[in-house]
Nanobody, 114 residues
């Protein structure tokens, strides 16, 4: 089983990006999935999570600007990021509980210029 994050890049403040994270391999079940981020010199922090039934949870810093979603038919997790701020600059990681095990994807860099 593998997770791989896509969609990072360089964007100006106020802009938008959409991250995706498809899961591949022998998948029987996917429960909670989430996005985390790590800025230089800081610890990895939660951005948002979504349960298997679609219940969402967001960090206060991104509420109202970011939207987490998933397409269970495609085994894919998404993060729509709007109104981006320079402080959103970080490496973004996806994870998921797949076949009752926790998997992490490699990160994708998001850089927001002021």
């Amino acid at each position: 089983v593998q997770l791989q994050a896509f969609g990072g890049g360089l964007v100006q403040a106020g802009g938008s990006l959409r991250l995706s994270c498809p899961a591949s391999g022998s998948i029987f079940s996917i429960n909670e999935m989430g996005w985390y981020r790590q800025a230089p010199g800081k610890q990895r922090e939660l951005v948002a999570t979504i349960s298997g039934s679609g219940l969402t949870n967001y960090a206060d810093s991104v509420k109202g600007r970011f939207t987490i979603s998933r397409d269970n038919s495609k085994n894919t997790l998404y993060l729509q990021m709007n109104s981006l701020k320079p402080e959103d600059t970080a490496i973004y990681y996806c994870n998921g509980i797949i076949n009752r095990n926790l998997y992490w994807g490699q990160g994708t860099q998001v850089t927001v210029s002021s």
